[in-house]
């Protein structure tokens, strides 16, 4: 027999089959505010970051439609080749507007825009201090950049003060990275303490505003602006793929800071810019985001009904705030089962499992948007008492 170098794929394969952890790319069919098809079944929409019904907004479409038409569908290069249309243009300066700051710096996507951030502003001889539940981006950007990482409990500021300040004076620079919005579990990072000890100890801060951007805050700029500290937060990474409902990333901050990233970040420099058609929907949705608040309000409104709901049959919600709403169920075979019987009932659900998760905390994560109306939910929190409790 010939030698097969990926054998051990299939051990690998049986141990995540085992421990129920196994993951399928399903294909889902046409979309609608708040709702999605699949297998000819139309199901209301909880799964997705769509946070604000955008992804399938006609305005939305249109923009991107015109913007294809204008200038092609793929933009066919790096930024600084001749990937960077007006589109882009156009879209990095509103973003700016928007976000208060001097300049925007455009990625492909928002998982680029951290990993091509933080390499481009800390290596080796540096040190990045992270919340124990950042996204993945985060973290992995944290250790490819070649920085020694330094992992803090979530949401502890007086553990990163302490740990900041034996470090005092071992690293050439320091990178404190966080969540602004923590995408598993819908809280809120301490940012006011954060920037404090940032400004103290002279380090850099990063706030990923990734489920913050449309949501949260004055013109919903974020959480560092629901804070009330955004013009003391130096670099601001955002998306363009979840309130926006587009796709891409991007980073706000001064013009010193953008042009560095221009030249420095590789995810940037090294990437064909996202199609200008998705620059073009994500401008119209910025418009229609500063235009019509209602949307925001309307998703946290629902946020609060749905929290006191679940929690009034018995269910374990955790504090949070927005459109994210975690139903801790903790056993893994419990949640798949659960997100079962509720997409039989009509619901998509997201069950989040290991490695998303910590073990013994597997959950429904319920996504929210402003496009899903209260009968809905009423009828949400009836079949998850069903399905998710034991029965007396």
Request: glycine content about 10%; charged content about 25%; proline content about 5%.
């Amino acid at each position: 027999m010939s030698f097969d170098p990926l054998a051990w794929l299939d051990e690998v394969a049986d141990h995540r089959n085992r421990m129920g952890l196994h993951r399928s790319i399903v294909p889902y069919g046409t979309a609608t505010p708040g709702w999605l098809e699949r297998d000819g079944q139309r199901l209301v929409d909880l799964s997705s970051n769509d946070y604000l019904g955008l992804a399938s907004d006609p305005r939305v479409i249109a923009a991107g439609m015109e913007s294809a038409r204008r200038y092609g569908w793929g933009s066919g290069a790096s930024p600084l080749v001749c990937g960077w249309r007006e589109p882009h243009q156009r879209l990095a300066e509103d973003l700016a507007a928007f976000e208060r700051t001097e300049a925007v710096a455009l990625f492909p996507t928002g998982y680029a825009a951290n990993l091509g951030t933080i390499a481009a502003l800390v290596g080796s001889g540096d040190v990045v201090y992270g919340d124990r539940l950042n996204h993945s981006c985060l973290i992995q950007g944290a250790r490819l950049s070649g920085a020694s990482v330094r992992i803090f409990p979530h949401g502890d500021h007086e553990r990163l003060a302490h740990l900041i300040g034996r470090d005092q004076g071992r690293y050439r620079r320091t990178l404190i990275a966080t969540d602004g919005v923590f995408s598993m579990d819908g809280d809120l990072a301490p940012l006011s303490e954060l920037v404090e000890i940032a400004e103290r100890s002279g380090s850099m801060l990063l706030v990923d505003e990734a489920h913050g951007t449309g949501v949260f805050g004055p013109e919903g700029r974020g959480a560092s602006a629901a804070l009330g500290v955004a013009d003391r937060v130096a670099i601001r990474v955002g998306t363009l793929s979840k309130a926006l409902g587009s796709v891409g990333g991007f980073v706000a901050g001064s013009r010193r800071l953008i042009d560095h990233l221009n030249n420095h970040a590789p995810t940037l420099l090294y990437s064909t810019a996202t199609p200008p058609a998705a620059a073009g929907a994500a401008r119209e949705a910025l418009r229609i985001i500063r235009e019509e608040p209602w949307r925001r309000e309307r998703v946290h409104q629902l946020g609060r009904r749905l929290r006191d709901g679940l929690r009034s049959v018995g269910l374990k919600v955790p504090e949070s705030e927005g459109p994210i709403v975690p139903v801790i169920l903790g056993d893994v075979d419990r949640t798949l089962n659960a997100a079962s019987r509720l997409l039989a009932s009509g619901f998509l659900v997201g069950a989040i499992r290991p490695p998303t998760v910590a073990r013994g905390t597997a959950r429904l994560r319920i996504s929210l948007a402003a496009s899903h109306d209260e009968e809905q939910l009423d009828r949400l929190i009836e079949e998850m008492e069903s399905v998710c409790l034991p029965a007396d």
